[in-house]
C-alpha cells in the first residue's frame, strides 16, 4: 500500500479556452477527513471528477493509491456526484442490488441499517422521494461502501440543518477509517467541526492547504472567517437604478 | 450539556477544555472508563483525529490515563482532579474580577458586591 492516497502534479484542464483548473499539485493521506472548499466556479467539482475518472485532465498527472487513473483506482474510490442519476421508477433497494453488483466492497446490510437510522424507507420508489430523502439514499450508497477514497461533492447542500448535522454524523462515524474522506462544500461552518484538513481552492488553484488546527492556532480564527475573508466579492459598485 | 464551540481557536484545545470540566463535575467520575474515541467524536460531531489530540492533553494534564487493553479511564488520583479543579474555580474568579475591572470598578468594590449577592442567597 502507497503511502500517499492521492497525488495530483501540475494538473490543468481546460474547457475549450476556459481554464477550470489552472496548475494543481496536491497530496493526500490516509484516514483523513478533507474539505475542499472553495466558491462557486472555484473548480471543486472538476478536480473531483478528475480523481475518480470521468474527466480527463488537459495536462498533468493524478495517481490513487500508487496507480494511474483506471479500473483499479475506481474500485477503491467511492463517488457522490453533485447531481442523481438514478432512474426514478427504481426503489431506494434495487439500487443497493446494482452497487452490490458492481461493487465487491458494498456492504447491503449496513446500507439497510443507515436508512433506518436516517429515516428512509428502503422499499420506496425514489419518484416518491423527497430531494432531502434522495440525498439521504444517495449517501447511504456512498458510505456503505468500504473504499479507500470517498469523494463527497456537496453532500449537505440540498438538506435542512438539522439533517446536516445527521448526515456529518453519518459520515463521521460510517467511513472506512483507513480511507480518506474529501467533501466539496462551500457551507464551510457546518463542515468545520468534522475536517482535519482544508484545501482552498480560488480560480482553479489551491491558495491554501493546512490542518483546521494550524489554520485558527495560526490565524486566530475559524476556517469560515478565513474563508470569508480571502473570497470577499466585491460590492456591485454599478450606478443607481 | 451541549459541546459548543468558538471561532477563534483551535477545536482540540476546547474540547480539552470541555472534557476537563465533565470530568470535575463528575460526570465522567473518577476512575471510570471514558468512551472510546470515536463515540466521544460522534457525540460531540467532531473528527475522531481531534478528539484524539483533545484526549492526549488530557493525558498529559493526568486527568485521564490510557490502559494498554482497554481505552481510557479517569484518573483515580484525587489530588490530581483536585488541583484542576482549583485552577478552574481561579481562572473563574479571575474572569469576572476582569469583567468588572473593564466596567470600572476597582477589587475592592468587586468584594462588596461578591457578599452582597451572597447575603442574598
Request: with cysteine; charged share 25%.
Amino acid at each position: 500500500m502507497n503511502e500517499l492516497l492521492v497525488t495530483c502534479t501540475g494538473v490543468v484542464k481546460r474547457y475549450g479556452n476556459k481554464p477550470a483548473l489552472s496548475g494543481v499539485n496536491l497530496e493526500l493521506g490516509r484516514g483523513r477527513i478533507v474539505g475542499l472548499l472553495g466558491p462557486n466556479g472555484s473548480g471543486k467539482t472538476t478536480l473531483i471528477k478528475i480523481l475518480c475518472g470521468l474527466l480527463q485532465p488537459t495536462e498533468g498527472a493524478v495517481l490513487i493509491d500508487g496507480q494511474t487513473v483506471g479500473p483499479y483506482t475506481k474500485s477503491v474510490i467511492s463517488y457522490l456526484p453533485d447531481r442523481m442519476y438514478f432512474a426514478d421508477w427504481m426503489k431506494a433497494t434495487d439500487l443497493f442490488d446494482l452497487f452490490a453488483d458492481f461493487y465487491k466492497d458494498f456492504d447491503k446490510a449496513r446500507a439497510m441499517s443507515m436508512c433506518a437510522s436516517l429515516g428512509v424507507t428502503p422499499s420506496d420508489k425514489l419518484k416518491t422521494m423527497s430531494k432531502g430523502t434522495k440525498e439521504k439514499v444517495q449517501l447511504v450508497l456512498v458510505m456503505a461502501r468500504k473504499a479507500q477514497l470517498y469523494l463527497l461533492d456537496e453532500p449537505i447542500a440540498g438538506v435542512d440543518p438539522a439533517a446536516r448535522d445527521f448526515i456529518l454524523g453519518t459520515i463521521l462515524t460510517n467511513y472506512n477509517e483507513a480511507g480518506t474522506v474529501l467533501i466539496s462544500t462551500h457551507l464551510i461552518s457546518d463542515v468545520e467541526r468534522v475536517l482535519d484538513e482544508a484545501i482552498f481552492l480560488k480560480d482553479g488553484q489551491i491558495t491554501l492547504h493546512d490542518t483546521v488546527d494550524n489554520i485558527r492556532e495560526r490565524e486566530g480564527k475559524s476556517v469560515d472567517g478565513l474563508f470569508r475573508e480571502i473570497f470577499r466579492a466585491r460590492n456591485y459598485e454599478g450606478g443607481a437604478f | 450539556m451541549d459541546w459548543t464551540f468558538t471561532e477563534d481557536r483551535p477545536i482540540w484545545q476546547q474540547l480539552a477544555e470541555q472534557l476537563t470540566l465533565r470530568i470535575l463535575k463528575g460526570e465522567y467520575p473518577s476512575g471510570s472508563r471514558l468512551p472510546p474515541v470515536r463515540e466521544l467524536a460522534a457525540l460531540a460531531g467532531v473528527n475522531p483525529n481531534t478528539m484524539q489530540r483533545a484526549l492526549a492533553q488530557l493525558e498529559q494534564d493526568g486527568l485521564a490515563v490510557a490502559n494498554r487493553t482497554s481505552g481510557r479511564t479517569v484518573t483515580e488520583d484525587g489530588e490530581v482532579i483536585r488541583r484542576a479543579r482549583r485552577e478552574r474555580a481561579k481562572s473563574a474568579v479571575a474572569g469576572c474580577l476582569r469583567i468588572l475591572e473593564e466596567l470600572g470598578y476597582t477589587k475592592a468594590d468587586a468584594l462588596v458586591y461578591v457578599k452582597e449577592e451572597l447575603s442574598h442567597e
